[in-house]
């Protein structure tokens, strides 16, 4: 099933996005215009981290208290308001979906920084966790949100992980003369090595921002609990979720009956 998995994946649409430029995090202000979605209206929901900062995110309720729940972690451009446009997919079908946002995104306040995105995302995993208590609870990291997801999911009740686009260390797709800067950061080699649940490993084969090795280094460090599904096609980073969305959830269902517990 995930080898038609990377079938279905292989003619969509892309758009290359680095994640180096002038800097790591470009948050974007909420611009206040009335939203429109294409299906479910979601609700607005907060939380508050560990060291105090209270953020705001977006959810849709699932359709059923046994029904499943995703978390979106979205990547290092937006607010909650761009994230939840672009993960509005994995709601359809009656799935809960949570979009998480970062501490200086958006209207929230703070500064990001690695560990304060971490933080971030655990709260959600938290406030996931309570929202939707019975049904199974999935972290969906998309870019610089796949180190968020895989950090948060560690000693977390968490069932499965998904990631787009991930590197195996942020020090791998920056450019040389800055890589001393990172030697240490967003270090997801060593976070997917600590998880104990499965992990769906996304990439695009001819990924020009980070190349296809890191999702084979994250599957390596997974120690056999990390599946990869390659994506196949012209070069690209980013993807319109709605296509990706019932492949992921599909998938999942897969990964989750067929992986052994420890």
Not at 35 to 53: E, N
Not at 70 to 77: E, K, L, N
Not at 210 to 220: S, W
Request: glycine share 8%; hydrophobic share 45%.
């Amino acid at each position: 099933m995930l080898y038609a998995a990377a079938v279905v994946l292989a003619s969509l649409p892309s758009a290359c996005v680095n994640p180096v430029s002038n800097k790591l995090y470009q948050p974007s202000a909420i611009d206040g215009r009335r939203l429109t979605w294409s299906g479910r209206t979601p609700v607005p929901v907060r939380t508050v981290t560990a060291d105090g900062v209270e953020l705001t995110g977006w959810y849709w309720p699932a359709t059923s208290k046994d029904e499943d729940l995703i978390v979106y972690m979205p990547g290092r451009v937006g607010n909650r308001d761009t994230a939840a446009f672009r993960a509005q997919a994995f709601a359809e079908g009656g799935h809960g979906v949570l979009v998480a946002s970062y501490r200086g995104y958006g209207d929230n306040r703070g500064t990001p920084s690695e560990h304060g995105l971490y933080d971030d995302g655990r709260a959600f995993v938290r406030l996931a966790r309570h929202l939707q208590p019975r049904g199974r609870l999935f972290l969906f990291g998309d870019a610089l949100g796949a180190a968020v997801a895989l950090h948060a999911a560690v000693g977390e009740p968490v069932d499965a992980v998904v990631t787009l686009g991930a590197f195996d260390r942020f020090s791998s797709v920056v450019p040389a003369a800055q890589r001393p800067f990172y030697k240490d950061s967003f270090d997801n080699l060593s976070a997917i090595h600590q998880l104990r649940m499965p992990v769906l490993i996304m990439h695009g084969q001819k990924d020009e921002v980070v190349p296809f090795t890191a999702a084979e280094k994250l599957q390596a460090a997974a120690g056999g609990r990390a599946v990869v599904v390659p994506i196949a096609g012209e070069a690209y980073h980013a993807f319109d979720l709605s296509h990706i969305a019932p492949v992921v959830w599909r998938a999942l269902d897969e990964l989750t009956k067929t992986t052994p517990e420890n």
